[in-house]
């Protein structure tokens, strides 16, 4: 196994690739895999919902492979979770994601050792962030064009349609013509 | 901005609604629209789907808009045919060259 992190600390990743039934070729990297506890947590807190069924089963199928990383705001909600089970929980993904990166990361990897942060690309159009220079930011488009010049999947764009076509209804009725690709700009070093 | 009522036939009216529903709009947002159309106005866009399509509006904005999760608005989307945010062309490729040099580079454990 290489010794490159790939942590998860967004949602929606999970959730587009689970759409896409493609969570499995993450596995195709040879790498640990990390998602932050929180976010686990908010991605499968519904277990009726497909995509929460789809995240959950993924991870507790490759437990050697896929971590669930515990951070304190995540412990932190649990326990409020406990006490009050409809305890309102918004943008505590957020908080852990903060926590982990500043508290947790150290212990999981080696100092030197390349950390890959994978989130969907509409978040990072506008996150303006400061990473140390082993840790890099990587969209899951970026993601899907990478493994292909890999040769470890066969075609980004057949993934990238199978996420968007997830989301069609069996009409596949088209009201509005497709919009034309963000351009606001993303920072990030 | 000027408050209008119209009067419809409640037939008319939950066909308009039903179809608003199904696609995550109003029918203010229709008839605006409809309306610009016809006297050629360009109206800003105030639909959140479109404006999360264009990147004009992030995730958490388009989910409390529209009252609903992520993997709704990615399915809404989808209904709609809007493209899916994307980050510029450039960008991608630096990501992914990135990426792939990372994992061609990185030591075995």
Known sequence: MKRVALVIPDAGPLISLGKAQSLEILLKLDLPIYIVDQVYFEVTREPSFEDAKIIRQFAQSYPDRVNIVETQVGNLARMEREINPSAPQRQLGEAAITDFLSNQLDKIVEPLDPVLLLFEDSDLTRMNVVLRQNVHLLSTKALLIGMERLGVIASEAAIWEAIIASGRTPSDEIVDQSAPATYGGSYWQ | ?109
């Open chain 2, 1 to 109: 901005m000027r408050d209008l009522t119209v009067q419809l036939d409640d037939s008319l009216f939950n066909a308009a609604n039903f179809y608003a529903v199904q696609h995550s709009t109003s029918i203010n947002r229709i008839i605006q629209a409809h309306l610009a159309q016809l006297v050629s106005v360009k109206q800003p866009e105030t639909d959140p789907l479109v404006c999360f399509s264009r990147g004009e509006m992030d995730r958490l904005e388009a989910m409390k808009a529209l009252n609903i999760d992520y993997s709704t608005l990615l399915d809404k989307l989808g209904q709609r045919g809007l493209s899916r945010p994307s980050l510029p062309h450039n960008e991608l490729e630096q990501m992914a060259d990135m990426f792939v040099r990372v994992i061609n580079e990185a030591p075995e454990r």
